[in-house]
């Protein structure tokens, strides 16, 4: 049985910023509990579990592989949140790939194969 897809799930703090921060970057909030957010965009999901730590989200986060990520790169920059030190560059691995924050400190790459 192969494996199709997974789904991250991330720390988060407050819930109203989470959403909006979110729904900014374009994913839709689908499902909004008390303590866990799901939201979607295109093909990609990902899930939110509230946290009182701060240091959770500022240790963990995901990589999404996409496609058009030179039109990513300039719909994110023009949000100002891409990561200080994860602007869109080609790795030697050959990923061409960037880094953004949400409003947590969780932090999602994203990246296209350029091989």
Not at 54 to 73: A, F, H, M, Q, W
Not at 89 to 109: A, C, V
């Amino acid at each position: 049985m192969p494996l199709e897809t997974a789904i991250p799930i991330l720390a988060y703090l407050d819930k109203k910023e989470t959403v909006s921060f979110y729904s900014s970057i374009g994913f839709k909030s689908n499902a909004v509990w008390d303590g866990y957010i799901m939201c979607d965009r295109d093909q990609i999901s990902i899930h939110l579990w509230k946290t009182d730590d701060p240091g959770i989200p500022k240790n963990t986060g995901c990589y999404v592989r996409v496609s058009e990520i030179d039109k990513l790169y300039e719909e994110f920059s023009a949000l100002n949140i891409i990561h200080p030190n994860g602007p869109l560059e080609t790795k030697p691995w050959g990923m061409r790939q960037f880094s953004i924050l949400d409003n947590s400190g969780n932090i999602i790459n994203f990246g296209q194969s350029v091989q």
